[in-house]
């Protein structure tokens, strides 16, 4: 008998549901692997740690993370209220300029600063040329990466916090300044209070950034969780102690979601909506409007992309080689492969979430993009231990002589892809929302093929989001160190590999090539972003 209209219904929902749950495990393995860690107990390793490491991992952590959440959020809300609130020379210039610093990754922001204030950097050689001799206390401590880490993200909260400023208008400002209020008033009582949810889920993502960070606290000889385990596995060659690490990072990572989920149920219905017009201030709160965008500015991007470009120029052909085609190679490749693997996914999660919208496949939907809120160090580990058994139970049955997929593309391709997974959702689901059901139905009439429906309605909606997801995505896996440093086979090296080689020989000025054209990359997702906040 032909089957039913019911009966494919039936077969389609359950291939659609069991697609989209393998996805889900896929994702959600090397996550699984880390928490199980904690059934093998390395006793000896552990009285170590607790006793030389965890205190001074915990200590900094804790630092970094007050540090991150006073200056970047102070930082951003000033930033935010001043440029979408107020009229002054400039205004229009930094509204968007003050993004840029999320082009540069925050490990190339750390060994620039470290390089310029060093003894031999160009600001005390300076100081010495003109007789000053004056000595700048070192950076290379907690307190150093804590500041070059508030100015790297900042630009989460300001982003934020901006679009929250923007949508109140002036229409709260009026209604206080109606009832006597100063202008410092209105921001405290009134806009402040509307566009904390928006500031705190800035604060959160700067936060989990700061747990997942490794490549500036290394530059900075700061002990953290994500330093600790590469040590626990590269230094005491154990991978169970680096995924028992692994495991307490996700747990800490787990209680930041949690937050982050109370304040995003929030975030909807707190900002009013008004007019976007901004107020005048007086001549002397103009200029010095201007300095504090100026200051941040040069600090967080003009002088470090500037003295790339110069160390860059200075030592081009000294370090230029072949090498290097073998670097920018290796790094578009992975990168094209890992961008594309997860445009498909994410397509196919997204049109699964439209058409089913049980809370199993909201669920489903969660899970397979739960791996960005999770350390590049920590899937790194939870994505190689499985794949070294794999490749253990191979060669004791006699299929392989050797290690074959431990240290292959393989391993990177399915970290990369978990960890940016939601990178590349995000922007597609997004876009497929716009897709009404009325366009679909109308499709529906028009056409009885799936395939034409697709090409003709889904796809013109749908592409600008795939081309959004494409290039953020291929930009993050490009500036992603951990992952490709930790899982690569020794000598597949890419450009972000290279400026860690670099950097841990103190050899910052040959880290500026490498660095220079991440940022170059970088600078294309920006501003996508900031055309994105403009609509």
């Known amino acids: 008998n032909p089957i039913g209209s019911k009966d494919r219904a039936i077969i389609k929902r359950s291939l659609s549901k069991s697609v989209l749950g393998l996805i889900s495990l896929v994702m959600l393995i090397p996550i699984l692997i ?27 952590t804790a630092i970094l993370l007050v540090m991150v959440t006073v200056i970047a959020g102070t930082v951003g809300t000033s930033l935010a209220w001043i440029t979408s609130m107020y009229r002054f020379p400039g205004q229009r210039f930094f509204s968007w300029a003050l993004m840029l610093p999320l082009a540069i990754p925050a490990y190339v922001l750390a060994f620039v600063t470290v390089g310029i204030v060093d003894f031999s950097g160009p600001l005390q050689s300076n100081l010495r040329d003109l007789g000053i001799s004056t000595t700048i206390p070192s950076v290379r401590n907690v307190w150093g990466a ?73 530059v900075f000889n700061v002990d953290t969780f994500t330093t600790a385990i590469y040590k626990a596995w590269f230094g005491f060659f154990s991978l ?9 990072l996700i747990g800490m990572i787990f209680i930041v979601v949690l ?91 997204a049109w699964i979430k439209r058409q089913y919208t049980d809370k199993t496949t909201k669920l489903m939907t969660t899970l397979a993009n739960l791996g960005y809120v999770v350390p590049g160090t920590v899937l790194a580990v939870g994505v190689f231990i499985p794949i070294a058994w794999l490749d253990n139970q191979m060669i004791a049955s006699g299929l392989i002589s050797k290690q074959v997929l431990s240290g292959s593309v393989i391993v990177m391709l399915l970290a990369l892809s ?93 880290a500026a090539l490498p660095s220079l054209l991440i940022v170059a990359v970088g600078l294309l997702p920006v501003w996508i972003l900031l055309r994105q906040s403009e609509k």
């Open 259 to 349: 937050f982050e989920q109370y304040w995003q149920a929030r975030r909807g219905s707190d900002v009013n909506q008004g007019s976007s017009q901004r107020l005048s201030a007086s001549t002397s709160g103009k200029w010095a409007m201007m300095l504090v965008c100026t200051t941040v500015f040069l600090l967080a991007f003009l002088v470090p992309f500037l003295q790339l470009i110069y160390w860059t120029a200075m030592n081009y052909k000294q370090d230029f080689d072949a090498r290097y085609i073998e670097f920018v190679t290796n790094s578009l490749l992975i990168a094209s492969m890992t961008t594309l693997f997860i445009a498909f996914l994410a397509v196919t999660i």
């Open 34 to 60: 880390v928490l199980l860690s904690w059934t093998q107990p390395m006793a000896d390793i552990w009285s170590h740690m607790g006793e030389y490491v965890l205190p001074q991992v915990l200590k900094n």
């Open 146 to 218: 804590g500041l070059v880490l508030s100015f790297a993200f900042y630009p989460y909260v300001y982003l934020l916090a901006r679009q929250a400023f923007l949508s109140q208008g002036r229409r709260a400002i009026e209604a206080g300044q109606m009832l006597g209020l100063s202008r410092s008033r209105v921001f405290f009582r009134l806009a402040l209070p509307q566009a904390l949810p928006w500031i705190i889920g800035g604060l959160l993502l700067a936060t989990m950034e700061t747990l997942a960070d490794f490549g500036a606290v290394l």
């Open 240 to 248: 169970t102690t680096a995924a028992q690490l692994a495991a307490l």
């Open 418 to 510: 978990t960890r940016f997974m939601t990178v590349s959702f995000q922007p597609i689901d997004r876009q497929l929302q716009r897709l009404t059901a009325n366009q679909e139905a109308a499709a529906k009439l028009l056409s009885d093929s799936p395939l034409q429906r697709w090409r003709q309605v889904v796809l013109p909606v749908l592409s600008p989001g795939v081309l959004t997801a494409l290039l953020i995505g291929f930009v993050e896996v490009m500036k992603e160190m951990p992952i490709t440093l930790m899982t690569r086979r020794q000598g597949w090296d890419t450009l972000a590999v290279r400026v860690f080689e670099m950097t841990s020989e103190g050899m910052w000025a040959r």
